[in-house]
């Protein structure tokens, strides 16, 4: 396809968490889309192996290899990095997140700590470092990745809904305050996903209760009225459309990928 019909061409992307799961396919769809991306996640064989990917079909790509919840990390090496290799960025996606589970009762204060830590506080910040950038070239997109989780309750994640509600009250909050800078900020909330963070919940299933892989998996399908787990691309083809300048007029939305579970 001619440079001139990718409809985010000349586009400065960053998206965390870009490996494995939806954030590889946001990445890959970016890059296929016509933007520059900046590949973060801790592992540099897995980042590099991405990149090379990319660089393959004619894209353009960055790998910093950063843990994102380490705030001065998130300075100095991704951000700057980013700033450095691009003098700027106009797309940032932020996707680096994880999913555990336990009862409340007893509930260990690790669990929590570290669900806000990763699902939340790495939102907040990797967008306060790519944020000033933004607001000095008047424009540009934030979409995080946040779940259904963060509009309905659920057993045994307290810590993970409560992270992803944060999640959605920070978009909303970020939506009203930059919005003078032409910068819009939305979530997408999948329901469960065909990632590997959704086979490390089915094993998680099996070991608590007995049931096998094929049990436990149908049965996150059945919670979905389409009686199937979303794919990794649905979210991605969200997050490409909100990065559109013909999205423009779309901020502080929370919009569902979830095979109409939270309706249902």
């Excluded at 991405?50 to 919840?69: F, H, M, P, S, W």
């Excluded at 797309?91 to 929590?112: C, M, Q, R, T, Y």
């Excluded at 070991?207 to 399908?221: F, V």
Aim: glycine content about 10%; overall charge neutral; charged content about 20%.
């Amino acid at each position: 396809m001619p440079e001139q019909a990718l409809p985010l061409a000349g586009k400065r992307a960053v998206v965390t968490g870009a490996t494995k799961g939806i954030g590889r396919s946001i990445a890959l769809a970016l890059a296929g889309a016509g933007a520059d991306v900046a590949l973060n996640a801790r592992s540099e064989a897995e980042l590099h192996a991405l990149k090379a990917e990319i660089e393959q079909t004619g894209g353009r790509a960055l790998a910093i290899a950063c843990d994102v919840t380490d705030a001065s990390l998130v300075t100095q090496r991704l951000a700057q990095g980013v700033l450095d290799a691009w003098g700027g960025v106009d797309i940032l996606v932020n996707n680096a997140g994880n999913a555990d589970s336990a009862k409340f009762l007893n509930h260990p204060d690790e669990l929590w700590y570290r669900m806000l830590a990763i699902n939340l506080t790495s939102v907040y910040s990797v967008t306060r470092a790519f944020v000033p950038a933004m607001i000095e070239q008047r424009g540009g997109r934030i979409i995080s990745v946040a779940s259904i989780a963060g509009k309905v309750g659920g057993k045994y994640i307290a810590a993970y809904t409560a992270s992803k509600h944060g999640v959605i009250g920070l978009t909303r909050a970020l939506a009203v305050e930059l919005n003078p800078y032409a910068i819009t900020v939305n979530a997408i909330c999948p329901g469960y996903v065909d990632t590997p963070m959704t086979d490390a919940s089915v094993a998680n299933m099996v070991a608590r209760t007995g049931m096998s892989a094929e049990e436990a998996r149908q049965a996150l399908e059945r919670m979905s009225p389409q009686r199937r787990l979303i794919t990794p691309d649905e979210v991605a083809s969200v997050a490409v459309f909100l990065a559109l300048d013909a999205s423009r007029g779309i901020t502080g939305q929370a919009i569902n990928v979830d095979g109409g579970e939270v309706n249902y």
